[in-house]
T-cell receptor, first 108, second 115 residues
Framework: LAKTTQPISMDSYEGQEVNITCSHNNIATNDYITWYQQFPSQGPRFIIQ???TKVTNEVASLFIPADRKSSTLSLPRVSLSDTAVYYC?????????FGTGTRLQVFP | GAVVSQHPSWVICKSGTSVKIECRSL??????MFWYRQFPKQSLMLMAT?????????EQGVEKDKFLINHASLTLSTLTVTSAHPEDSSFYIC???????????FGPGTRLLVL
């Protein structure tokens, strides 16, 4: 299974909007795109999942273009507590392959 | 909803002993659970897929006789690290497939230190 590609790290300041883009060129028709957040020494936490166009929940938005070969996680007005590693994956019932993730550092 | 627990949260053991880690889905039934391992500053690596009532499927390079997996019920999967060695020291994380059959929910992880 091919891994996704995302920036290794990003820096931001409190109150800013953060957009993390992920490439998944080999995504299959039945695959969903899922984003997880992981703090040190904790298991990943589900953030958002989508199939196409735009999905929004109480913590984030997910934008997926028509070709579905990429997706963008949008975090509105980040705070210090959003400092974490963010993983983009495409999910099926069989298994997930984690890439390197994006290490987001939020500064005051 | 969709809460997954792990026990213990951390364990220290002597080299050569066996350690059992439990993974439970607290508020949903999970026919499929997964076990991952994560070394410091690295990403999660899938070790095996655990299906209730059947044998686990191991990823390439993972020794099935060393990492015994049992998924005896729809809410419990266990990982036993047999004859542990210091190189087995790692962060072990389980996940359970939710009712939508699309989303994995992760446990908090178990830190294993083998002396």
């Amino acid at each position: 299974l091919a891994k996704t590609t995302q920036p290794i790290s990003m820096d931001s300041y409190e109150g800013q909007e953060v957009n993390i883009t992920c490439s998944h060129n080999n995504i299959a028709t039945n695959d969903y795109i899922t984003w997880y957040q992981q703090f040190p020494s904790q298991g990943p936490r589900f953030i958002i999942q989508g199939y196409k166009t735009k999905v929004t929940n109480e913590v984030a938005s997910l934008f997926i273009p028509a070709d579905r070969k990429s997706s963008t996680l949008s975090l509105p007005r980040v705070s210090l507590s959003d400092t974490a590693v963010y993983y983009c994956l495409y999910s099926r019932t069989d298994k997930l392959i984690f890439g390197t993730g994006t290490r987001l550092q939020v500064f005051p | 909803g969709a809460v997954v627990s792990q026990h213990p949260s951390w364990v220290i053991c002597k080299s050569g002993t066996s350690v059992k880690i439990e993974c439970r889905s607290l508020d949903f039934q999970a026919t499929t659970m997964f076990w991952y391992r994560q070394f410091p500053k690295q990403s999660l690596m899938l070790m095996a897929t655990s299906n209730e009532g059947s044998k686990a499927t191991y990823e390439q390079g993972v020794e099935k006789d060393k990492f015994l997996i049992n998924h005896a019920s729809l809410t419990l999967s266990t990982l036993t690290v047999t004859s542990a060695h210091p190189e087995d020291s790692s962060f072990y994380i389980c996940s359970a497939l939710g009712g939508d059959q699309e989303t994995q929910y992760f446990g908090p992880g178990t830190r294993l230190l083998v002396l």
